[in-house]
């Protein structure tokens, strides 16, 4: 300690020596100066007290200022320094280092070890500490803590202050250097004079100097006074701790005091110098971190301008990008100007942009590039990173946005210039238009002046003049109308292109529109009373012409000629029928007349006639066409019935003549000879029985007529009754003999078929019998199989036969007796199932033989394959011979495993072969022999092989197990030789627990590989006594390297015990200690998180306490391990014999049982708890979950109001169904909340009471819910019920009220309408009867509301009884009135009705009496459709008749009432008799008369459609492209489907002309010529059409040859420009691409060759047509061939190309990989790490060795397959051969430099080898000299303690034996030493001479001991020798003078 700090103890220590060394002179000054000592002694003891007090302050307080560093405080200096803990944290702080980990305990002795690990630290510093020892520490002596800590003061804090002086000299102590840091920053102050550190420092002004000259700004130093010390240690010590945060390590008030007490000027001088090195530390870090500063600052300030310069070009590519998405946005707007002015300015304005504006903006661009390179250069001098802009600001981003501004441009100039250009078209248009109004409007005015005027005359002449000039007139106005739509046109033109003066044009145009249609509406007008003109005019003309052909009918209506025969009446007839059909087309056209002469009669307006001239002309018309109509009517009648009269005389003959001819025919005809003669007689018949059906109805037809006329006798009707019974005789014997020929007929086809189907099955079965008795049973499996299959065909079909045979029975038996019973059908019924039985059974048996043929085919086949792989493998195991080397016998050991698999797959395939064997002998093949005999070869061939397959395994495992242990024994002695290496390295050299523990685990793992080791040995021995045994002639081979391992691991066990030994006591303890410390400490920290009580609010929060828990629980199962760890450890330590701290360990361990178990149980409580909680947090959640459902229902619930109609009812029934269906849905989810709440209840969860609470208030809500919804959906169906029969109630009371205006109706009174309402009443009361079910149907459900649903009774009570109350009232009217109309007029209502139906008659006998044939089609139509009206109102009559005579017999008995209404009744009657038979004549001569008129229609309308077609089936145009040739020929196509299509409609036209033709009239002859017509044009069109055809496919040949040359030729031009492309690939994947696609388009054009050949065929094909066009197809076929020849060379051109392409950028990367390889190779090859000792440079070698091997091998091949790559291209004459040579010779001289690194390495590791080896054999020669010098003192030792003189005399040689083998190798170390010598020199030379010269020094003396050793024990043996040849000598003197004294006489 003294010598520590010696400059501060010299005081105190000198006034001690003076006061021991005091002379002492008499007793009295004895006696003052024994008292003054007393006194001297007492106040020194004070005052070191003192000084130790203010020591241990001010030390406290800094060490405290330290150690709040690591948030750590001492209160007391002696005590809190006692653990060691503080102090070691204290020495962590200011060494910066970390200390060895204090030991947790409270125990003297964890105190000191903890001290002397904090005093060991100071000794590593190399701080000498006298006299302090760590008891001291522990101790709290005061002394020794006091210097302890000024030592570490010193160490850490003043130690390191170096001063520079003038002359740049450091100061030779800390504390001068200290002393002259405070001189110096004092220097200039006044008052202020540092020569110490105690007397200058008592009044302040130094501190605050020192504080002053750092920092100004805090202290005001010229106000400060050396009298006011107080306050300026005051100010100067709080102004450093607040300020400067410098601990206030000084109190300046005990600082004072303690100076005046003592009276002396000098304060504790290591208090002082404490706290100024503060200051000094504080402010030298200050000024260093100003330097620091500075220097950053220029750093910065080059930073900050290139940040300034960076955020510039941001600003400016900001702005420069804004500015350009701004003009972007402004000229990219296409809204212009709509004027040409306008547009004008724009173009001006854009203008002004490129040559101003843009300019500018370019230079900014530029300039901003600039700027970018300037950055990047001053960051590449700053050493910076290179500045890269933002995404959006780069260059390339601004040259983007300029040339989408560019592009904007563009468009923007481009717009304008076609916007300048539509202005000026505008100007242009509207000029035009203003033009062309001008002249418009000028023409119109004129023509309105003119078309105002009407002159049209009196007369039709006249008036059609005036129309034909009128007509001029529109024609020139409508062709003016183009004129009027050019302005329109122009006018919409300028108005779509927006012209800016739109108003004005559309102003004209309108104007110009409307005088238009003014002179259209005055044209019109003017043409309409024209019209008027002309139409009166051509009227009164048409009734003039009437007039005269009225006249001149009626003269021919009166002759009296009515027909001789049939065929006279009936042209009679046909011409008064066209008489008639005349006179009713004339009536119509008098009615039409008439109709429109009176409508001039009737317009308002302008009249061209009186209407009194109109109306008698009218008149006068009428009454002579009603005097031709009377005529006509009575002459028809008088035809009609002599035409009857022949009529039926002549069908009469026609039946007669007809049933003659059809009975011949029925007796001539036989019953055929085989099935086709029958069927076509039976279909004859059934044609002739349809004739008879047909003619029967005819028959009936005339009978009745007949009887007709006899019933009426109006002429002569003899004869006729004879006439028809003897028709009727005739037609009955007709029909019996037709129905016995089809009896006959059927039998005869029944016989026929029946001999056909017998004849059919009978052939079938021949074929199927000859098939399956074949002999063919096959030569081969798949022969075999073939016959297998058709075989089973055939069966099926024979199968399906057997319903043939059986249905050809039954049909036997189904045949005539006279069939039936022949014996040739018996025969062969009998022949045909004997047949088929035979053909079944020899189909079975050919089968069987079949499928045992195709068995031992497959079985031979299998046999077959199986010998020869049988015999493959039989012959590689013969050659086959064991390998000795391991690689080879793993190769064919993989090989055998694969023949096992191989074997599997054989033996399966010979197991099917014996099943098909034995299946073949179980049926008894004639084959049987053989067969078993293949089985047996087969099995026994199976059989050897797998006895040779085990042998060889047997051998080949063996030789496996052999090699394997082999390799195992010298891995493992390898592993126990490393094992052994490592622990001799191994060695405790210190007491701390960390080495000990260090060490163990060392051990351990050792442990560990030895313990994996040891079963290896004993498998190994095994293995080795297996071997022995199964290779007696290696056996010694095999033993001799176990026994060597067996040595090596006994050796390591032994030398790993005795290390565990040495290393397990103090390991044990030292970590039990400690692991014991830690694991209460945890322990007690666990206990407190487990114990929390904390409990989670929500959900989250109780997930996290879980998740926390569980890993508290992780935490303890990790830690349990360490607690059964230490109660095993306290077992083991109590059972060594060390001396332990018995007592307290036991009162450890029982603290620490009780903890843990009170942590698992504490864990425990606290998991139920929370699992609790968070299955409650979780229930929370789907309540929350369950009410916002309920909520929603509620909701849903609440707001529901009753519709009131039918359709919101019903939308209001749909829409809760979906609710309830929602409902249904989350009931589920509810209940499952319910179902967990109440297991969580009945578990007893702590929030049991909240959770009933819960659950019960949900269970109520929901089935609140659930009842109030029922509830609704009830109301609902009520609702709908109640409303849907209101409103049929509502529905049927307002039909009621309707009716009941209706049947209150009072205006039956008017007479003349008296009938009408009659029926109109009738009709009314039967709508009345039936409406009368609704109302039962409303009651009914009335009723049915009430009894479902009581409580709406009344009102629907109400409303049914108003419902039926408004019935009754309608009824009871209806009723009342029904009777008030027919009681009171019920008479006279009977004869209006009569005389009103026999008026009715009347009419209708007028219009049957007028006889109309019809002059076309349509007028006959239209007659059939009044006749059709006619036979209606007949039918209507006959009921108004029958209801009539119902009503007349409830008339009142009055004759006279009684006689009206009767002749009422039968006039009508009467009439309406005499009616029916002209109706009927009327039909039938209307009929006749369509059928000739629509002749005539259908064979004009024929005519047209062949002639419409005729021209395009001449055509000559056969087109002149591929296209239009198409198109032709779809025409004709179309046409031809036409023709087809149409033709039946042509052949049935011409079929009923024939018809017609045939008959001989004026309208047959123009029937019969329009027939040959149509027949002559169809025929010209059906052929013209097929000849156009063949010309129209003989050009598609052509044009399609020519198109297809065409688009080939095409197409061929088309892969020349791409073959011609010069594009090459820019990379190999590129290149690689359009390699593939020029192989595609190479197959392409290859697969192409077929399209030219087909082509070529087209040519060939047209050339022997001889088309015309020869010559030309020949030249393009010729063109097309050469262009495919030249593409192909094309293409191989370019496939060349692109695979040299390819081929260099594979060099390429093959080289730049190989060269990037040789790089990597190259690092490794030029490593300068030549090793550490001889193993490190070993392991190099090794590795170098490898790395060499692999890089010689690897890289030999891959430069030898480059430069193969290489002569390949440069010999197929690559045009890049050149360049690929460079790559070349660069590659080969980049491996010959790889090479020459490797080799050089290699060298430079072999020469480091050899020296390394020589130091490394040093070491063990000095070693073994060493342990040589070791045993000699053994020797020496031996001597003394041997007497005999062999055993010295064999120690002696064994020893120098030893030595002798040392001879040995001290000359090889002599030899290598001169060997190296040679190489090396320098300080490498000095250390290997060194070394030699140690190890020859150490042999010399050992041989010096050796020779003095052998000099001793030869002495000592001569000695011994000696001694024992006295003995031996004195021995044998004994034994002759015992024998000499022996008294024994001679014999």
């Not at 409007?441 to 006249?462: I, K, T």
Request: negative net charge.
């Amino acid at each position: 300690m003294a010598n520590a700090s010696p400059d501060l103890d010299n005081a105190e220590a000198q006034r001690q020596l003076n006061n021991n060394n005091r002379p002492i002179s008499s007793g009295f000054w004895e006696t003052e100066c024994t008292s003054a000592k007393l006194f001297e002694c007492s106040r020194i003891k004070a005052l070191a007290d003192e000084r130790d007090a203010v020591q241990k302050k001010t030390f406290t307080k800094w060490v405290n200022s330290h150690l709040a560093r690591v948030s750590c405080r001492i209160s007391d200096l002696y005590n809190d320094l006692r653990d060691g803990y503080m102090l070691t944290r204290l020495l962590e702080v200011l060494s910066g280092e970390r200390l060895p980990r204090p030991t947790r305990g409270r125990m003297r002795i964890h105190c000191l070890e903890n001290v002397d690990k904090a005093l060991q630290f100071l000794k590593e510093q190399r701080v000498h500490l006298e006299n302090v020892g760590s008891h001291d520490i522990v101790d709290g002596n005061h002394r020794l803590t006091l210097g302890l800590i000024w030592t570490i003061i010193l160490r850490f804090q003043i130690q390191v202050i170096k001063i520079a002086t003038a002359d740049n000299r450091e100061t030779r102590s800390a504390k001068d250097a200290l002393l002259l840091w405070c001189q110096m920053k004092t220097a200039g102050y006044p008052e202020v004079t540092i020569q110490n550190f105690t007397s200058c420092w008592r009044d302040g002004l130094a501190f605050n100097a020192l504080i002053h000259r750092h920092r100004p700004d805090l202290i005001e130093f010229h106000k400060l006074t050396r009298s006011n010390a107080t306050h300026n240690l005051q100010q100067a010590f709080n102004i450093a701790e607040q300020n400067l945060g410098l601990t206030k390590l000084l109190d300046p008030e005990a600082f004072l005091l303690s100076v005046s007490d003592v009276n002396t000027e000098n304060p504790d001088e290591k208090s002082i110098i404490t706290y100024v090195v503060s200051y000094y530390h504080y402010f030298s870090k200050m000024k260093a971190l100003i330097v620091e500063g500075k220097r950053v600052g220029k750093v910065l300030e080059k930073c900050i301008e290139a940040e300034n310069l960076v955020g510039r070009y941001e600003a400016l590519a900001s702005d420069l990008l804004d500015w350009i998405e701004k003009t972007i946005a402004v000229i990219s707007n296409q809204k212009f100007a709509n004027s040409l002015s306008g547009v004008q300015q724009q173009l001006q304005a854009f203008t002004t942009y490129c040559t101003i504006e843009k300019p500018i903006k370019f230079q900014e661009k530029g300039n901003l590039e600039v700027l970018l390179f300037t950055i990047q250069s001053k960051l590449r001098a700053n050493n910076q990173k290179a500045y890269v802009p933002h995404e959006g600001k780069l260059i390339s981003d601004i040259n983007k946005a300029w040339e989408r501004l560019e592009k904007a441009e563009h468009e923007r100039g481009v717009a304008l210039r076609k916007e300048l250009i539509r202005q000026e078209k505008m100007e242009l248009l509207a000029q035009r238009f203003d033009h062309k109004t001008t002249m418009r409007q000028a023409w119109l005015n004129e023509n309105q002046r003119l078309v105002s005027q009407d002159n049209f005359g009196y007369d039709l002449p006249a008036v059609e003049a005036a129309m034909k000039k009128h007509e001029a007139i529109e024609a020139d106005i409508a062709s003016y109308e183009e004129r009027i739509g050019v302005v329109v046109e122009l006018a919409a033109e300028m108005e779509v292109e927006s012209y800016y003066d739109i108003r004005r044009i559309s102003a004209r145009k309108e104007n110009i529109l409307g005088q238009w249609s003014l002179l259209k509406e005055l044209v019109a007008g003017r043409r309409t009373r024209l019209e008027k003109n002309l139409a009166l005019q051509k009227t009164f003309q048409d009734m003039v012409y009437m007039i005269d052909w009225m006249e001149d009918t009626q003269f021919q209506l009166l002759s009296k000629d009515f027909g001789k025969h049939l065929l006279e009446v009936d042209d009679l007839m046909q011409k008064h029928g066209l008489q008639e059909a005349d006179i009713g087309v004339q009536a119509e056209r008098v009615e039409t007349l008439n109709a429109a002469a009176l409508k001039f009669t009737t317009i308002e307006g302008y009249q061209p006639c009186d209407p009194q001239v109109i109306c008698n002309r009218v008149n006068h018309v009428s009454s002579c066409l009603e005097e031709l109509k009377q005529l006509a009517d009575k002459r028809r009648g008088e035809l009609e019935e002599s035409r009857q009269l022949w009529a039926f005389f002549q069908e009469l003959e026609e039946s007669e003549a007809w049933i003659r001819e059809k009975s011949s025919i029925l007796g001539a005809q036989g019953y055929g000879k085989d099935l086709s003669s029958v069927l076509k007689l039976l279909q004859k018949h059934k044609t002739l029985a349809g004739e008879l059906l047909a003619h029967r109805s005819l028959l009936q037809t005339t009978m009745q007529r007949g009887q007709q006329i006899l019933s009426e006798k109006s002429i002569d009707t003899a004869g006729i009754q004879e006439r028809i019974m003897d028709v009727k005789d005739e037609w009955t014997t007709l029909e019996d003999q037709a129905a016995q020929r089809l009896g006959h007929l059927q039998e005869a086809l029944n016989f026929f078929q029946f001999s056909t189907e017998t004849d059919d099955l009978v052939v079938w079965l021949q074929d199927a019998y000859r098939l399956v008795s074949s002999e063919d049973f096959g030569h081969d499996e798949y022969s075999t199989q073939s016959l297998l299959k058709k075989h089973r065909g055939v069966s099926e079909d024979v199968d399906k036969h057997r319903l043939h045979v059986v249905a050809l029975r039954k049909h036997m038996v189904a045949l005539p007796l006279r069939y039936s019973e022949q014996e040739e059908v018996l025969v062969r019924m009998v022949e045909v199932e004997q047949l088929y039985t035979e053909v079944v059974e020899v189909g079975v048996l050919r089968q069987q033989w079949l499928h045992d043929a195709l068995a031992v085919y497959r079985m031979f086949s299998e046999v077959n394959a199986c010998e020869l792989w049988i015999d493959e493998k039989e012959q590689w195991l013969n050659k086959m011979e064991i390998p000795e080397k391991l690689e080879d016998v793993e190769v064919v050991a993989h090989r055998f495993e694969s023949l096992d698999q191989e074997m599997n797959s054989l033996m399966g395939r010979i197991l099917d072969v014996n099943q098909i064997v034995q299946q073949l002998l179980d049926g008894g093949h004639p084959s049987s022999t053989e067969v078993r005999g293949c089985q047996d070869h087969l099995n026994s061939r199976w059989n050897s092989i797998v006895g040779l397959v085990e042998q060889k395994k047997d051998q080949l495992d063996s030789m496996l197990r052999l090699q394997n242990y082999l390799l195992e024994c010298v891995e493992i002695k390898s592993q126990i030789q490393e094992k052994r290496k490592a622990i001799d390295a191994t060695q405790y050299a210190g007491s701390d627990l960390g080495g000990v523990l260090a060490l163990q685990r060392r051990l351990s793992t050792m442990e560990g590989a030895l313990s994996v080791l040891e079963p290896k040995l004993m498998h190994l021995q095994e293995e080795a006594e297996h071997l022995a045994t199964a290779h007696p002639g290696r056996a010694t081979e095999v033993l001799l390297p176990f026994d060597g391992i067996s040595v090596e691991w006994e050796e390591l066990k032994r030398t790993l015990q005795g290390c565990e030994d040495s290393l397990m006591v103090a390991s044990r303890l030292q970590s039990f200690i400690q692991d014991l410390d830690l694991f209460l400490t945890w322990l007690v920290q666990t206990q407190t998180a487990a114990a929390s009580d904390q409990l989670p609010n929500d959900l989250e929060e109780a997930e996290k306490l879980i998740n926390k828990h569980a890993a508290l629980k992780e935490e303890i199962g990790r830690y349990e391990e360490d607690y059964e760890r230490l109660q095993a450890m306290n077992e083991l330590l109590e059972s060594e014999e060390a001396p332990l701290p018995q007592a307290a360990l036991q009162q450890w361990l029982q603290k620490l049982d009780v903890g843990w178990n009170k942590l698992l149980e504490m864990w425990e409580s606290r998991r139920d708890v929370l699992v609790q909680a968070h299955i409650f947090h979780l229930f929370l959640r789907d309540v929350k979950q369950a009410e916002s459902f309920i909520n929603n229902q509620e909701s849903a619930l609440a707001h529901g109001e009753l519709p009131n109609t039918v359709e919101t009812v019903e939308a209001a029934v749909k829409k809760h169904k979906d609710f309830t269906t929602t409902m249904e849905l989350n009931l589920h989810r509810i209940k499952a909340v319910i179902e967990a709440g109440e297991s969580l209840i009945s578990q007893n969860n702590i929030y049991s009471d909240r959770i009933k609470e819960r659950v019960d208030t949900l269970a109520n809500r929901g089935n609140q819910n659930r009842e109030q919804a029922q509830q609704w959906l009830d109301k609902l169906n009520d609702q709908w019920a109640l409303q849907r029969f209101l409103q049929d109630c509502h529905e049927l009371g307002d039909w009621v009220c309707e009716k009941m205006l209706m049947a209150r109706d009072s205006s039956h009174d008017e007479t003349q309408k008296l009938h009408k309402k009659w029926l109109k009443h009738q009709a009314f009361m039967a709508e009345l009867a039936q409406n009368k079910e609704w109302l039962e149907k409303i009651e009914r459900e009335g009723q049915q509301l009430i009894h479902e649903k009581p409580e709406l009774g009344q009102m629907v009570q109400r409303k049914l009884a108003e419902i039926r109350e408004c019935w009754q009232d309608l009824e009871s009217t209806t009723q009342a009135k029904a009777q008030q109309l027919f009681q009171a007029n019920k008479a006279d209502l009977l004869v209006q009705s009569y005389h009103s139906l026999d008026q009715r008659l009347g009419q209708l006998e007028g219009q049957l009496a007028f006889v109309d044939r019809g002059q076309d089609l349509s007028t006959v139509n239209r007659q059939l459709k009044k006749l059709q009206t006619m036979e209606f109102q007949m039918e209507e009559w006959y009921k108004e008749v029958g209801h009539l005579q119902v009503q007349a017999s409830s008339v009142p008995q009055q004759a006279r009432v009684k006689e009206t209404v009767a002749e009422q009744q039968a006039a009508v009657e009467a009439r309406m008799v005499r009616l029916i038979e002209p109706l009927k004549e009327r039909r039938r001569f209307l009929l006749a008369s369509k059928e000739v008129h629509q002749v005539g229609r259908d064979l004009e309308d024929e005519m047209l459609w062949v002639q419409e077609r005729l021209p395009l089936a001449m055509s000559q145009e056969h087109g002149s492209s591929l296209q239009s040739v198409q198109q032709l020929m779809k025409k004709n196509q179309t046409l031809q489907r036409e023709l087809q299509g149409h033709h039946g409609r042509v052949e049935e036209v011409l079929e009923r002309a024939g018809i017609i033709a045939s008959i001989r009239s004026p309208e047959g002859n123009m029937v019969r010529a329009g027939l040959e017509q149509l027949a002559q044009l169809w025929a010209l069109l059906w052929v013209e059409t097929e000849r156009r055809q063949l010309v129209l496919d003989a050009m598609y040949q052509a044009q399609q040859y020519y198109f297809d040359m065409a688009e080939v030729e095409a197409w061929l031009s088309e892969q020349e420009l791409h073959m011609m492309n010069e594009e090459k690939g820019k990379d190999e994947p590129s290149t690689l691409q359009l390699l593939k696609k020029h192989l595609v388009l190479e197959q392409t054009i290859e697969d192409y060759a077929e399209t030219i050949g087909l082509l070529s065929q087209q040519c060939r094909q047209l050339l022997e047509m001889g088309h015309p066009d020869c010559e030309q197809i020949s030249k393009r076929q010729s063109q097309i061939d050469r262009l495919y020849v030249s593409l192909k060379d094309l293409v191989e051109e370019r496939k060349s190309r692109l695979e040299q392409q390819y081929w260099l950028y594979q060099l390429n990367r093959e080289v730049d990989e190989l060269e990037q390889w040789i790089a990597q190779r190259e690092v490794v090859a030029s490593s300068p790490e030549l090793g550490q000792d001889f193993e490190h440079v070993t392991l190099l070698q090794e590795k170098f060795t490898d790395f060499a091997s692999e890089t010689g091998n690897v890289g030999q091949e891959r430069v030898t397959a480059v430069n193969q790559m290489v002569d390949e291209l440069i010999d197929y004459g690559h045009a890049e051969a050149a360049t690929i040579a460079e790559w070349k010779d660069g590659v080969n001289e980049s491996w010959a430099d790889l090479l020459e690194l490797m080799e050089t390495r290699a060298q430079m590791l072999a020469a480091s080898h050899h020296l390394h080896k020589f130091f490394s054999d040093c070491r063990e020669v000095l070693c073994q000299i060493a342990d040589k010098h070791r045993r000699l003192p053994e020797v020496r030792g031996r001597q003394s303690s041997t007497s005999n003189t062999s055993t010295l005399q064999r120690l002696l040689q064994g020893f120098e034996q030893d030595i002798q083998l040392l001879v040995t190798q001290v000359r090889q170390l002599q030899e290598s030493a001169a060997q190296l010598r040679t190489v090396y020199a320098g300080e490498k030379a000095d250390a290997i001479a060194c070394r030699e010269h140690e190890v020859m020094q150490c042999w010399k003396e050992l041989l010096t001991s050796c020779e003095e050793c052998r000099v001793q024990i030869t002495t000592e043996t001569d000695k011994l020798r000696f001694f024992s040849l006295v003995r031996d000598q004195i021995m044998w003197m004994d034994s002759i003078i015992c024998q000499i004294g022996t008294g024994e006489k001679p014999r």
